[in-house]
């Protein structure tokens, strides 16, 4: 336990809880915010539109050169600036046929950004598509999918050389490839600055046009339970996330305590929900300024991570839980890094993975080090049917895991199944369903209309509903094993992450139809990096003995805590890869598809359960 337990924290301007609860006969239970639903606008564009008419020289969007991004400085544009090109996009599309598709390929870049808000003014749905599909598959499988469900009209990318792999292996064909630099070869294509049309006069209509049941993207999901779907997102789900979110804030001791403009610095893609929703958009509806970051939590990209923070003091910060992890320890090492870190921030928020109570310590103990305060460090909790926020926590918290409480907007139903509760979600940000998809959109909803997430939860404490929600695993992911025993995959892969306390990014849960549950486990390089004092490789921190160490003895511990069958872990194996994204092993939120990465390592799989241990498997 942390010894800043008792350092209160930085004022974050919460609203009071006012949670509403509403127990059925049949055990189900309705859970509702209390807090009003701020006033949202009818679209996406509304807020653009709004910020470059109140305040446009404030910076909207900011990034490194894209040719050279060892350049120091960064580019920007404006709110005035921005709302400008959007229009001048828009007419482009309006006048090659508005209403068709855009496939979206490219790293977050302020073209990215003017072109996906110029389609939407349009009445063009967006499709932004993970980058990997066009520049790592060896055979655009997933590329080739997409594009066939979706059939865009117009694909942009960022560099038609650097995607001309990609564009040859999805059979363009006539259609048209808007792009920013350097030409793809074979096909019609325009820069996007000549596609611009300035000063067109039907652009004012059509943004009279877009209502809250417009189609603004088709958002992939990350086909964690096979082929990716096409997630209708209409301009009034994410318009009213946005709201949803700030819902639960004083806004006005927010200003007072940050300043009147929200900044970001961020990395998160935007061919993924939670980059381009709960950053992206919801960074403009504040009228905030968002730095790309072109870094991640990679050991190849850290040092750029690092370089762009550094520069940039954000007043609030989300990231996915490797990020924290590797923050944490540049955090520690990194002075001039917590100084500009800390300097501004008022909360600081998580999502798509479990996080250890250890990275949480670690932070805290920097950022009382620096403000003499603890700073607030929540999650949140939603999907692609979402768009993507259902809850956060919302209150001052110092515990991981918690998936908060439902934000104003949507109402959550936890119905009994079995021993668990299975949350379900319905609300403003809702999706209608998914895209040419009417059999899995019927399957998805129940007989009220409420969305079927998947997944179980449990209140922290159940004689105070107020304390919050916990992540109680995928229904989905659960298996049994040969003595009829279930095994909840979701639940023990989160057990399992914390129980080593860093030293696991994630875990693989093996075990269907066997007589024990063993993992496949992933590890935090960074961590475990500097647990061994030497920049290893992955090849060699699996095998080296401190990092042994650390990951038996934690999961023994847990064994300790957890003696049945459907929780006891006997073996695991520490991979020598991570997970691979292309190959659907992993998406992008960095959430495991466990189906998947068994089928990819089948060969560790069969080591665990092999009659005779061989080299690698550690026994518990």
């Known amino acids: 336990m942390s010894e800043t337990r008792h350092i209160p924290f930085r004022d974050v301007p919460y609203l009071p809880q006012k949670l509403v609860v509403n127990r059925r006969e049949d055990g189900t239970i309705l859970l509702d915010n209390g807090q009003p639903l701020k006033e949202f606008p009818p679209h996406m564009l509304w807020p653009l539109k709004h910020w470059a008419e109140t305040a446009p020289e404030r910076p909207w969007l900011a990034q490194r050169d894209p040719v050279d991004p060892h350049k120091d400085g960064w580019q920007t544009i404006s709110y005035s600036e921005a709302w400008e090109r959007v229009q001048a996009i828009a007419q482009g599309f309006l006048n090659a046929g508005a ?77 048209l490839v808007l792009y920013s630099r350097n030409a793809p070869q074979s096909y019609e294509s325009q820069t996007l600055e000549a596609f611009a049309v300035p000063g067109g006069n039907s652009v004012a209509e059509a943004y009279d046009q877009l209502t809250p049941d417009t189609v603004a993207k088709y958002m992939l999901t990350s086909g964690s339970t096979g082929e990716p779907k096409a997630v209708i997102n209409t301009h009034g789900m994410i318009a009213a996330n946005a709201k949803m979110i700030r819902s639960v804030w004083d806004e006005a001791r927010l200003a007072d305590v940050t300043g009147d403009v929200q900044v970001m610095c961020n990395f998160l893609p935007w061919s993924h929900t939670y980059g381009a929703n709960a950053i992206l958009h919801n960074m403009t509806d504040w009228g905030g300024t968002l730095y790309l970051d072109w870094g991640a939590p990679t050991p190849a990209r850290l040092p750029e991570m690092i370089r762009n923070m550094k520069d940039v003091s954000t007043t609030q910060h989300t990231t996915v839980p490797a990020a924290w992890a590797a923050l944490a320890t ?61 809850s956060n926590v919302h ?92 095994v909840s995959a979701g639940k023990l892969r989160v057990q399992a992450v914390q129980a080593v306390d860093g030293a696991l990014s994630d875990a693989v849960v093996c075990g269907l139809n066997q007589n024990e549950v063993c993992l496949l486990g992933f590890l935090n390089e960074g961590y475990c990096q500097r647990l061994v004092g030497e920049d290893l490789p992955l090849s060699e921190l699996s095998q080296h003995p401190k990092v042994i160490d650390t990951v038996k003895a934690g999961l023994e511990a847990h064994n300790r805590q957890h003696q049945n069958a459907a929780s006891r872990i006997a073996r695991v194996i520490l991979q020598t890869t991570p997970p691979q994204a292309d190959s659907g092993e992993i998406t992008e939120k960095g959430y495991i598809n466990q189906n998947k990465a068994q089928q990819l390592r089948a060969e560790d799989v069969e080591k665990l359960y092999a009659a005779r241990i061989s080299g690698g498997v550690i026994i518990l």
């Open 395 to 486: 209150w001052p918290n110092d515990t991981m895991g918690l998936i908060g409480l439902p934000l104003p907007g949507n109402t959550f139903k936890l119905v009994p199944a079995g021993d668990k509760l299975e949350l379900r979600v319905k609300g403003v940000n809702v999706t209608p369903g998914y895209y040419r998809n009417e059999e899995k959109t019927r399957a998805a909803f129940d007989e009220e209309g409420f969305y079927r997430l998947g997944d179980a939860v449990r209140f922290v404490d159940p004689d105070d509903p107020n304390k919050g929600l916990a992540f109680d695993g995928r229904t989905a992911e659960e298996f049994k094993l040969a003595n009829g025993t279930w």
């Open 330 to 390: 540049e955090f520690e090492r990194d002075e001039a890094l917590a100084e500009t870190f800390f300097k501004r921030i008022c909360s600081m928020a998580y999502g798509g993975a479990a996080m250890g109570q250890d990275i949480y310590e670690r932070i805290q103990n920097v950022a009382v080090r620096v403000t003499g305060k603890r700073i607030s460090l929540s999650a949140g909790y939603g999907a692609t049917e979402t768009s993507p926020t259902a």
């Open 99 to 175: 209403g068709e598709p855009i496939m979206i390929l490219s790293r977050n870049t302020i073209d990215h950004a003017l072109v996906m808000y110029g389609a939407m003014l349009a009445g063009c749905p967006v499709v932004p598509v993970t980058p990997a599909y066009a520049l790592l598959s060896q055979d655009f499988a997933r590329l080739n999918y997409v594009d066939q469900l979706v059939e865009p009209k117009y694909i942009y990318v960022e560099d038609g050389a650097e995607y001309q792999r990609g564009l040859d292996g999805m059979q363009v064909g006539s259609r």
